[in-house]
């Protein structure tokens, strides 16, 4: 009995040393390739050689990290080197011409761009009681008065590119080509009501009811 226990004794503690052996070999192979891995895991993504906002500086003698552009400096597509187009004036005057030639095209889309932007508070007709102003904002005056009629068409692209009175501006959502258009929608608009048999072109006024 007890060569037997002997025995068994000693299996048990071979087993024990080779199972300690293997998993001493598995841990120690694992923290290996956790040292490998972590040695990959370089920071120069997150640690970039940069400027936060406001941060100052020890570069330069002014201590801004946020420098002013060059002199002369222009965003691109931000030249607005087009008085006329941009601003709608010449010479510092209001334009009494439009920057391009006004086709169907151009009052198609003026039309389009009217009716989203300009018509909830000039209404579809240019008289002024939109929607909006029929429930209580202030309402614009008619494009159909003389002295709008006469007005110059650049005073209406400043208007729309600046605003005017309870009028906000729509620079950011009109692009200056269609501020045009919407320009040239509106003298349309005026002309036809004030309009005669002789505006009419022969060759059109048979379709007239």
């Known amino acids: 009995m007890r060569t037997n ?16 052996s293997a998993g001493s070999a598995c841990s120690a192979l694992y923290v290996v390739l956790v040292i490998l891995a972590g040695a990959g895991c370089r920071q120069d993504m997150h ?34 080197d087009d008085e006329l187009l941009y601003s709608g004036k010449v010479n510092g ?10 086709d169907a095209q151009v009052m198609a889309r003026g039309q389009e761009r ?6 909830p508070c000039h209404s579809r007709t240019g008289e002024g009681d939109g929607m909006v102003v029929q429930r209580g904002y202030r309402r614009p005056p008619s494009f159909h008065q003389d002295r709008l009629r006469e007005t110059p068409v650049g005073h209406f692209f400043d208007v ?9 501006d729509y620079a950011a959502q ?26 009419v072109p022969p060759s059109e006024r048979t379709r007239i009811p």
């Open 5 to 20: 226990a002997t025995t068994i004794d000693a299996e048990t503690a071979e087993r024990a040393e080779k199972g300690f």
């Open 47 to 80: 640690d970039q050689p940069k400027y936060t906002p406001l941060r100052g500086s020890t570069f330069f003698t002014d201590a801004r990290s946020a420098r002013s552009p060059v002199e002369g400096t222009v965003a691109r597509g931000l030249l607005r």
């Open 93 to 102: 005057v209001d334009a009494a011409v439009f920057p391009f030639r006004v």
């Open 114 to 119: 009217f009716n989203i932007y300009c018509a």
């Open 160 to 168: 729309i590119t600046n605003g005017f009175g309870a009028m906000p």
């Open 174 to 199: 009109i692009k200056a080509a269609d501020r045009w258009a919407i320009v040239a929608y509106i003298r349309a608009l005026q002309l036809s009501a004030h309009a005669t048999l002789a505006d």
